[in-house]
């Protein structure tokens, strides 16, 4: 699976911006589809995650609220809405795909994500 991330850019607290994640290869319907990001300095954290058939979402509790995650599976287009964004939202983000159909417990796990998408960076500054 070859993941391909855009739509980051400089935007203003509260502010939108909205994410695209192209997938390209082989993809299961299971198997669930995540965002997540790495500020400066910190380590990479989950922000949300959905399967391709559909299903629960699932998200961080920082974003939860103000962020949404959708798919296309016949584009094979992952979407990350990020509305009302703060400068603690300033990031990295990565699209990912996961090597598995994975359970709750294991979602937000980046461990259990096999593919990774280059990273679009979004900062959020005044």
């Known amino acids: 699976v070859q993941l391909q991330a855009s739509g980051g850019g400089l935007v203003q607290p509260g502010g939108s911006l909205r994410l695209s994640c192209a997938a390209s290869?082989?993809?299961?319907?299971?198997?669930?589809m995540g965002w997540f990001r790495q500020a400066p300095g910190k380590e990479r954290e989950f922000v949300a995650a959905?399967?391709?058939?559909?299903?629960?979402?699932y998200y961080a509790n920082s974003v939860k609220g103000r962020f949404t995650i959708s798919r296309d599976y016949a584009k094979k287009m992952v979407y990350l809405q990020m509305n009302s964004l703060k400068q603690e939202d300033t990031a990295v983000y990565y699209c990912?795909?996961?090597?598995?159909?994975?359970?709750?417990?294991?979602?937000?796990?980046?461990?259990?994500?096999?593919?990774w998408g280059q990273g679009t960076l979004v900062t959020v500054s005044s």
């Open positions: 290869g082989r993809t299961f319907r299971d198997y669930p």
């Open positions: 990912a795909a996961a090597s598995g159909a994975l359970i709750q417990s294991t979602i937000r796990q980046q461990e259990y994500y096999g593919y």
């Open positions: 959905i399967r391709w058939s559909g299903g629960t979402i």
